[in-house]
């Protein structure tokens, strides 16, 4: 059973950074393209970063360019999103997903998910 776990999340002021994990528990998750996502309060979920399975290819979607950073380290088996300058409106709670076989340019759903992480950013 694919099971992911996020840890990471907290409350930071304005310009600060964190780093969200995505760990894999139970399997490995080499072989899985993985996205993270985002979900504020009343907002639709927000798909913010994506890497591939098959390439490493990664994307960001245009709130986020320049100042997250979506990296894998298999020895880890873990899938991390470095997250800089920090803004208000990134307060959210955050989820990682992974689809077997995929790439991001391609992929259509995500089959697993993980709990969520919440990221609170206030002065």
């Known amino acids: 059973q694919v099971q992911l776990v996020e840890s990471g999340g907290g409350l930071v002021q304005p310009g600060e950074s964190l780093r969200l994990s995505c760990a894999g528990s139970g399997f490995t998750l080499d072989g899985y393209t993985i996205g993270w996502f985002r979900q504020a309060p009343g907002k639709e979920r927000e798909g913010l970063s994506c890497i591939s399975a098959s390439d490493g290819t990664t994307y960001y979607t245009d709130s986020v360019k320049g100042r997250f950073t979506i990296s894998r380290d298999q020895a880890k088996n873990t899938v991390y999103l470095q997250m800089n300058s920090l803004k208000p409106e990134d307060t959210a709670v955050y989820s990682c997903?992974?689809?077997?076989?995929?790439?991001?340019?391609?992929?259509?759903?995500?089959?697993?998910w993980g709990q969520g992480t919440q990221v609170i950013v206030s002065s």
């Open positions: 997903a992974a689809e077997w076989n995929s790439h991001c340019g391609t992929v259509d759903h995500f089959s697993s």
